[in-house]
């Protein structure tokens, strides 16, 4: 247990529609980082954010957003949903900002669009 | 954005066997990790490589930083069936601190 914890771990949708994934991190963990992985790009950084304070951005599509709430916990929307989004979502939390920092990986939220 | 290519995709052994895997690219990274992935589960962080040369040890996992700080190999001795999962390649881009990810090389090691 990386003391990570997603919520939901399954969603099924369907093509247009908005969903929302929560992350809480480890606690004392102040960055918060959000990964896609699918068969065909592998596992592809989406955003960090550190303190509540957009730090990084990656491969993140503008149909999704994300934040970081004061008590740290953060939130993946995605919206406009299409079949490609298919795909395992991952969080993941370190306790400082640097990405190289040791970062801890919740168990996932598996999204499926129909 | 710099990309890492592992090899082999996949791979197949029985226990015992040794065997190991190539994280390569054309770019220069300030580190270097490793995770291993189960089913249903995240990664989980395995070792960070930071030197060019280095090597390091977990166990029977052996791994190598290249000199040029451009690709990584792992060696697993004498494996066994704990040892089945995906195996990742990240590395760090020292210009702005994000971690790029290899596609990873499925193992399964069959008892």
């Known amino acids: 247990d990386s003391g990570v914890t997603q919520t939901p771990k399954h969603l099924i949708t369907a093509t247009g529609q908005r969903v929302t994934l929560r992350c809480s991190p480890r606690?004392?963990?102040?960055?918060v980082y959000w990964y896609q992985q699918s068969l065909d790009q592998g596992l592809q950084f989406l955003i960090q954010?550190?303190?509540?304070?957009?730090?990084a951005k990656g491969n993140i599509l503008e149909r999704f957003s994300a934040q970081q709430f004061p008590d740290l916990h953060s939130e993946l929307n995605l919206s406009s949903l299409e079949l490609g989004d298919s795909a395992l979502y991952f969080c993941?939390?370190?306790?400082?900002?640097?990405?190289?920092?040791?970062?801890?990986f919740g168990p996932g939220t598996r999204l499926l669009v129909l | 954005t710099q990309l890492l290519e592992q090899s082999p995709q996949f791979l197949s052994i029985q226990e015992g066997e040794n065997l190991t895997v190539y994280c390569n690219s054309s770019s220069v990274f300030s580190s270097l990790q490793w995770y291993r992935q189960e089913p249903g589960e995240g990664p989980v962080l395995l070792v960070t490589v930071v030197t060019g040369g280095e090597v390091k040890k977990l166990k029977r996992l052996t791994f190598q930083f290249g000199d040029a700080r451009k690709d990584s190999s792992l060696h697993i001795t004498a494996a066994q069936p704990g040892d089945t999962g995906l195996y990742l390649c990240a590395g760090l881009e020292s210009s702005n601190y994000k971690l790029t990810f290899g596609k990873g090389t499925l193992l399964t090691v069959n008892p």
């Open positions: 993941a939390s370190s306790g400082g900002i640097a990405g190289g920092e040791t970062q801890y």
């Open positions: 606690s004392g963990d102040l960055s």
């Open positions: 954010y550190y303190n509540g304070e957009e730090r």
